[in-house]
């Protein structure tokens, strides 16, 4: 039996960044990442009382999620597509 997977909605300037990034990952990481970010940016938004995904949730879950050995390629990444990380990171 698999989890629920949350329903809720994201911010369309959020996912269009989002989905950038997904884009610029190495092919051989990108579906694992998506589908852990897919799975925790919601928790992360229902969890703050949002009605949907904003920046933060995404940035949150990639700093949650994401194994240290790929920290500085994601730093560079959220660069890139314009997520303003700073305030978020560890």
Not at 51 to 78: G, H, K, N, T
Request: charged share 25%.
């Amino acid at each position: 039996m698999s989890e629920t997977q949350i329903m809720i909605g994201w911010q369309a300037d959020a996912r269009q960044k989002y989905e950038t990034m997904i884009a610029k990952i190495p092919i051989f990481h990108r579906a694992i990442a998506k589908q852990i970010v897919d799975k925790k940016a919601p928790m992360l938004a229902q969890g703050r009382g949002a009605s949907m995904v904003e920046e933060q949730d995404i940035i949150r879950a990639f700093f949650s999620e994401v194994p240290m050995a790929f920290y500085s390629l994601m730093i560079r990444l959220l660069d890139e597509v314009g997520f303003n990380y700073q305030k978020y990171e560890k």
